[in-house]
């Protein structure tokens, strides 16, 4: 299930349809966006790991991304997005979605963090650099994926770490996160195209033709035991990092 949508040339309407009418359910843990709340603190932990190596930071450290700019693509209601500013980023959060950035803007005022939220295109956006770059659940949603992967690199500041997370593209992929994790409820209806996922081989061609070297995959996936976790099961979905060649 996606963040958001990320609304230019790459994107179609009817994917930032489909997650605005989610937007005023975003941040309820056992609403539409449930899924997302329980992936998030599997991201979560894979980012501050790639964040304290790629630095050098002290995992005791609490605000290991201070002095750091951070853009969250594809932002939603801003469930990274704030974390990111709690580790000490100054946070920019992107998404397709006008209903989504005015419920991340209330909600982080609530919650006193000074996050900037806008609403429109990536391409759009001033090409400032950010020395983290994330983009979760967001390129299986984008029609032209050449284009949206140049536009990540072309805002990662040189030094800087790129942070994208999607479903694999599998017969595992088809079954359990279309067919069934939509029949049942688990994530709203319409939410995934198959066809638009992409595999890690696919992704690193990607980035490398945008001018960025990607790490290893590592899996997130399900089991009754542990719930969403970090593996070496790259089937359902998994998580990189990239940075400048």
């Known amino acids: 299930m996606g963040d958001a949508t990320v609304a230019n040339?790459?994107?179609?309407?009817?994917?930032a349809a489909h997650f605005a009418a989610l937007a005023k359910d975003w941040w309820n843990p056992r609403g539409s966006s449930a899924m997302l709340h329980?992936?998030?603190?599997?991201?979560?932990?894979?980012?501050?790991?790639?964040?304290?190596?790629?630095?050098?930071?002290?995992?005791?450290?609490?605000?290991?991304?201070?002095?750091?700019?951070?853009?969250?693509?594809?932002?939603?209601?801003?469930?990274?997005?704030?974390?990111?500013?709690?580790?000490?980023?100054?946070?920019?959060?992107?998404?397709?979605?006008?209903?989504?950035v005015a419920v991340a803007a209330t909600h982080a005022a609530g919650a006193g963090l000074a996050i900037t939220y806008r609403h429109g295109e990536l391409a759009a956006l001033e090409a400032e650099p950010f020395d983290l770059v994330t983009c979760m659940e967001v390129i299986e949603h984008v029609a032209d994926k050449p284009a949206f992967v140049a536009q990540l690199a072309r805002h990662l500041a040189p030094g800087g770490l790129l942070a994208l997370?999607?479903?694999?593209?599998?017969?595992?992929?088809?079954?359990?996160?279309?067919g069934a994790a939509e029949a049942v409820g688990m994530v709203p209806?319409?939410?995934?195209?198959?066809?638009?996922?992409?595999?890690p081989?696919?992704?690193?061609?990607?980035?490398?033709?945008?001018?960025?070297?990607?790490?290893?995959?590592?899996?997130?996936?399900?089991?009754?035991?542990?719930?969403?976790?970090?593996?070496?099961?790259?089937?359902?979905?998994?998580?990189?990092?990239?940075?400048?060649?």
């Not at 040339?9 to 994917?15: G, L």
């Open 9 to 15: 040339v790459t994107i179609r309407p009817e994917e």
């Open 38 to 100: 329980r992936l998030n603190p599997v991201r979560l932990a894979y980012i501050r790991d790639a964040i304290d190596t790629h630095w050098g930071r002290n995992a005791d450290d609490p605000r290991p991304l201070s002095g750091k700019r951070a853009l969250d693509v594809g932002c939603g209601a801003g469930l990274l997005a704030e974390p990111l500013a709690r580790l000490g980023a100054e946070v920019t959060g992107l998404d397709a979605a006008a209903e989504n």
């Open 165 to 178: 997370s999607t479903p694999n593209r599998t017969q595992r992929s088809r079954v359990l996160l279309v």
């Open 189 to 199: 209806r319409g939410t995934h195209r198959w066809d638009d996922f992409v595999t």
């Open 201 to 245: 081989e696919e992704l690193r061609d990607l980035l490398a033709a945008a001018g960025l070297t990607m790490s290893e995959p590592q899996g997130i996936a399900f089991s009754p035991a542990k719930g969403l976790h970090l593996s070496d099961d790259l089937a359902l979905n998994y998580i990189v990092t990239a940075r400048r060649q």
